[in-house]
C-alpha cells in the first residue's frame, strides 16, 4: 500500500500564505506606494528623474537594507520580504520597483555574502541609511556574453587600477555604491573576472551617459567611465579571480526580483483595466458586462496568479536553502511574459484613453519590454532551463 501521511500531521501552506509579519508589512509598503509614490509616477516618467526624497523616504522604511541584519541598521527580514516589497511598489512605478530591487536582489545580497566581516562593517551601514547601490556587470561588447568583459583591472602596490566602460548600469545616477566586474588577467578567461566594491568618490570614476528609454524612464541606466581608476586592494569583493561565481549567484538572485517586479506591473495594469471597465459605459451598460471583456479580465488575472505562485515559490526556495535557480530562470521568464500580454490587453481594455498619458496602463506597457531583457534576456533563460532540464535537474 502507498505510504499516506498520519491523519493530524501538518500540511505544508499553500503558496499564497503569508506570514503576519509579512502582511503587516506589505501592506506598509502598499499604503506608502498609493499615498506617496503614485501622486509622482507621472511626472518622474516624463521627466526620466527619480525623485531623490522618494528614495530618502525608501531608506527612512528601511526598504533599501530589507535583508541586512539590524546590527548594520538594516530590517533583518527574508529575501521573500524584499520581493514583496518589489511587487507592491511595482505594482504603483515599476521604475521605483527596479531602484530597490537592486538595492536588496544584487547590491546588498552580494554584499551580504561575500563581504569580510571589515567590509561588511564600512559598508553595509550606508546602505541601509543613505547609499544607492549599483550592480555593474555589463560592457558594450559583453551583454548576453557577460563574461566577454574587457574592462581591466591591474595590481599597482596596494591598489588595483581599473580602466575600462560599463554600459546599462541601472541606479548609477543615484549610487554611491558601486559592485563592479573587471579581469585582473584577460588571458584567463572567466577566471580572471573579480568583484570590486566601487565608490562613486573614487579618483578616475565618473558616470557618463543616461539612456533615454522606452519604459522605465524614471530609473537612471548610464554607462560608468574608469580612467586609471584607483580602488584599494582591500576593496575586492570574494576572492581575486572569482567575480564570475558572484556575477552569477547573484544574478540567480535577482531574477526572482525582476520577476517580482513583473509581477507588481501586470496587478496595477489589471486593477487599472478592471476599475475602467466598470466605470466606462458603452451601448447603454459597464463594459465590465461584456462576457468578451470579463473573459479578457479572467484571462490576465488567471496568469497574475500563476506568475505569482512561481515568483513566491522561487523566493520560498532561496529562503529555505534550496537549489533555486531553475525556478528563478522561469520565474523571470514566465512574468514578464505575463507583464506584457496582461499590460497590453489592459491598453485595448482601456480603449482609447489606454494609449493617452492620463491613464496609467500606456506607462506599464512600455515598462513591461524590460522585463524580457535586462539581467539576462528571454533566451538566455530558456538557455539554463533547458541547459539544467536536461542535465536531469
Ligand atoms: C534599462 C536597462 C537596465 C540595465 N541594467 C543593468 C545593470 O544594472 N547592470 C548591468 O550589468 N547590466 C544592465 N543592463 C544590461 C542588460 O543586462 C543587457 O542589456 C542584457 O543582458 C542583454 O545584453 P545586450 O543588450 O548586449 O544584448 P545581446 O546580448 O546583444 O542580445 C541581443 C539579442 O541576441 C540574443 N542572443 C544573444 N546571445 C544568444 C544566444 N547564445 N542564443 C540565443 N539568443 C542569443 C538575445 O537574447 C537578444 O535577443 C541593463 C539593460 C537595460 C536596457
Known amino acids: 500500500m502507498a505510504h499516506v501521511s498520519a491523519p493530524h500531521a501538518p500540511s505544508p501552506l499553500p503558496l499564497v500564505s503569508l506570514t503576519e509579519d509579512e502582511i503587516l508589512f506589505r501592506e506598509n509598503v502598499r499604503q506608502f506606494a498609493e ?13 526620466g528623474v527619480f525623485d531623490r526624497t522618494l528614495i530618502d523616504q525608501f531608506f527612512h522604511l528601511g526598504l533599501m537594507g530589507i535583508e541586512v541584519p539590524e546590527a548594520f541598521g538594516g530590517a533583518g527580514g527574508t529575501f521573500f520580504e524584499a520581493i514583496l516589497a518589489v511587487e507592491e511598489i511595482s505594482k504603483v512605478d515599476p521604475s521605483a520597483g527596479v531602484i530597490v530591487d537592486v538595492q536588496n536582489t544584487l547590491v546588498n545580497n552580494a554584499l551580504l555574502r561575500w563581504t569580510t566581516s571589515e567590509q561588511k562593517r564600512r559598508y553595509l551601514p ?37 580602466n575600462g566602460r560599463k554600459l546599462w548600469i541601472t541606479n548609477s545616477k543615484e549610487a554611491d555604491i558601486f559592485i563592479l566586474l573587471a579581469t585582473v588577467d584577460p588571458a584567463a578567461g572567466y577566471k580572471g573576472i573579480t568583484a570590486f566594491i566601487v565608490e562613486k568618490k573614487f579618483p ?59 509581477l507588481g506591473l501586470a496587478r496595477g495594469a489589471w486593477e487599472a483595466a478592471l476599475k475602467y471597465s466598470q466605470e466606462r459605459k458603452q451601448f447603454g451598460k459597464s463594459i465590465a ?19 505569482r505562485m512561481m515568483v513566491y515559490n522561487a523566493a520560498r526556495m532561496k529562503d529555505a536553502g534550496m537549489n533555486f535557480v531553475k525556478e528563478a530562470a522561469m520565474t523571470k521568464l514566465f512574468a514578464s511574459q505575463v507583464a506584457e500580454r496582461v499590460a497590453s490587453l489592459a491598453v485595448e481594455i482601456l480603449g482609447g484613453v489606454g494609449f493617452t498619458k ?16 535586462y539581467e539576462g534576456t528571454s533566451n538566455m533563460q530558456l538557455q539554463t532551463i533547458a541547459k539544467l532540464l536536461l542535465g536531469g535537474k
Open 289 to 307: 458586462e461584456f462576457q468578451g471583456i470579463q473573459f479578457q479580465l479572467a484571462q490576465m488575472a488567471t496568469e497574475i496568479e500563476a506568475a
Open 35 to 47: 499615498e506617496s509614490l503614485r501622486p509622482n509616477v507621472r511626472e518622474m516618467d516624463e521627466k
Open 126 to 162: 550606508g546602505m541601509t541609511s543613505k547609499s544607492v547601490g549599483a550592480y555593474a556587470l555589463s560592457e558594450a561588447g559583453s551583454g548576453s556574453d557577460a563574461f566577454a568583459l574587457q574592462t581591466r583591472a591591474q595590481l599597482k602596490g596596494n591598489e588595483y587600477v581599473l
Open 204 to 262: 578616475g570614476f565618473s558616470v557618463g551617459k543616461k539612456e533615454d528609454k522606452l519604459g522605465i524612464r524614471a530609473s537612471s541606466t548610464c554607462e560608468l567611465i574608469l580612467e586609471d581608476c584607483r580602488v584599494p586592494k582591500n576593496n575586492v569583493l570574494g576572492e581575486v579571480g572569482k567575480g564570475y561565481k558572484i556575477a552569477i549567484e547573484t544574478l540567480n538572485e535577482g531574477r526572482i526580483g525582476i520577476g517580482a517586479q513583473m
Open 358 to 373: 492620463d491613464y496609467p496602463v500606456e506607462k506599464f506597457y512600455r515598462d513591461a519590454k524590460i522585463g524580457k531583457i
